[in-house]
């Protein structure tokens, strides 16, 4: 048994620990807390070594200095041999002639001893090696103890590695590490580099007395420079203190910060802009004062990603920071957020989001790269499109028209490159189509915010009867050509906008292209109608045309939106997947929808016929569609004013409330039946089995598959 036990042990200490060999189940428990505190203390003991290795490299060359110095200057601290045989001779001819001045008689010879024992070494020698052995002193020490702390620190490493089970050696790590916290190690540690430094001061103290009995100007030059070092080591010592983000320091700044702590004289202004004391130390307060929220910090952010996509330079470089954009623009951070909307509209163009991501998307179309690479590079940057232009920051409103457009975040010449986008890359259709919905869906915001801008305006002049900043500066015709000129932009309008309503697709550059003609012609128009040289009753007339005129463009683009959504329903409706973040998608395309406008018979047929097909159960008794996107089109039926397709419409939802528990079909139901008129028959829903019957007497339906399934797909986004 000993000798299994022993073949057990050694076969253990071959392979290293493992968790199930020992009885303590905690043991995996602390092996979390080892992963971390050992990484915590090899960079610790990194630090430290190279700082102390560091402090013996100078330490060993600087005290070889010194002491080369100090031999030449301890000489000064005892008389001269030379000068003791000068004064020995000097002393006997004095003697020889007191001899033959005395008649033969011999002087006092304890007057000459006297003489002798009168030396005393000079005060600049004595402050002079004073200094110099201080600094030698301090030297050796900081050289000693850079070796102690390396030896500690060794041991320390060693003694918390010595056990082999995770729990024995967490504790004995802990319980070491209490001990360097407790005796202050790491103080220890940073008070060496400072007696090195007052060595160094030291010295150079001691040069200058040297110098003193040798040459003023050497003395001067040397104070001046010993000055100037002492002046620059101050200001390297306290600017760390009041400007934190400064990078010098020296080891009296965790001192002078201590200090001024102890006095309560330090302090900052919260987010509130309140004066609070500061409580952490020096490296604390450092890495708040970083990573505070604040506009500084905001800006300092701004700099560097601009920094970090510069250098992004090659597409495999750039594709890994778009990618991470839809997680930064869906998160909470308010702050990532502001920065991605500041990027994408930056004024420099190799840093600009809205200008990078479709030259990047563009490297898809080439035929060049792999399909799977292809597909992978589409669909990130077409996430990053939908994710940027979803996003939502506070702005203020436009002061003039014409700068609506600079709100736009993607323009008209995107559709162009999401066709070929298609084209080249079959694989992302859902994702395309998803894109060309909300880039649809910002045109015709933009379009509405410009129109209502203009309605204001104009509602403004017919008050107050002053002209508005609408005017184009330098646009003087005569009453005539006015006349004329603003008659044909009002015909032009008409034109454009019956060009509007006869196209199908609003995914395309053509209706935008054809809306910014319009706008154009009515800032044209207000220029001419409220000339300040013209500006009279005609011009009020003119004015309420105008008025009329922007009034009736604001259905249109009221109505594209209602078609915006209804294509895309019909483009889910024959997809046999949801495109990419479905629901968010519709229900964007449906935000800004106003129910209470004129919308066309042949947009309400389509919108009973989408609802008819999305309400449809299929052989395991599920609808066409999710139950959000069900309840965004049970919403859009608020827009049915048709008495026959309210009637169908009712049947359709009353067939459907029978087979489902959703709250929004009764209540869609109910507004139907409340917007019939009160001698409209009401459409009893069929009875049992008669939704089947229904179904299945429909002719020429595509089979497609239900979508049900893929509900969590309207929330996340498809690969």
Known sequence: ?????????????????????????????????????????????????????????????????????????????????????????AQISQQLASISLSNGSLPDPAKFMQQDNSFSPPTAALVCNALWFLSLGLSLICALSATLVEQWTRQYLQATNRK???????????YLYQGIKKYKMAAVVETIPMLLHISLFLFFAGLVAFLVPVNSALEYLILTMLVVCCILYFLATILPIFRLACPYWTPLSTICWFLLQKLHLLHRRDADGNEVPILSPLLEAREYDAIEITPERDQRDLKAMCWTITALREDNEFEPFVEVIPSVVSGFDYSAKWLMDMLLNHEDISIKLGHRIPRLLTTCTTGLLDPGVAHKRAVTCLKSIWSLIMLSMPKPAPSQPNTFREKLKFKEDTFDLLFNVQKAVPSVEGHVLSVSIVIARSLLDMQMDRALALESELLTVLESGQPGCTVEKGLYVTTPARNTLFQASLLKIKSMENDISKMKTLTSPEPYATMEAIAFHHTLAISLATNPDTLGGESQTDVRDILDSIKAFQVIVNQASLNLALEYIGNILELDTLPHEAFNTLRRAFFRIKF???????????????????????????????????????????????PTLVLKAVGIIGNYVKQTSNEAAPTALATLERSLPRDAPVCVPLDLFSSHLYTDAKPNRKPNPSRTSTLSSTHTSNS
Request: proline share 5%; aromatic share 10%; hydrophobic share 35%.
């Open 596 to 642: 209470k406008g004129q919308f066309t018979k042949e947009s309400q047929e389509r919108l009973v016929a989408y609802l008819e097909e999305a309400v449809e159960y299929s052989p395991d008794s599920s609808t066409r569609l999710p139950q959000s996107i069900i309840d965004i089109l049970l919403s859009l039926t608020r827009v049915l004013t048709d």
């Open 1 to 89: 048994m000993t000798l299994v036990r022993l073949l057990f042990r050694m076969a253990e200490a071959k392979t290293g620990y493992q968790p199930y060999h020992y009885d303590d189940p905690s043991a995996n428990l602390w092996s979390t807390y080892l992963s971390k505190s050992e990484k915590y203390d090899k960079t610790m003991a990194q630090n430290w070594k190279g700082d102390m290795d560091a402090i013996l490299i100078f330490a060993g060359l600087f005290s070889a200095s010194v002491t080369a110095f100090i031999i030449e200057s301890y000489k000064d601290l005892s008389p001269d041999p030379s000068e003791t045989t000068v004064l020995l001779l």
């Open 164 to 174: 082999p089970a995770p729990q024995d050696r967490a504790r004995l790590n802990t």
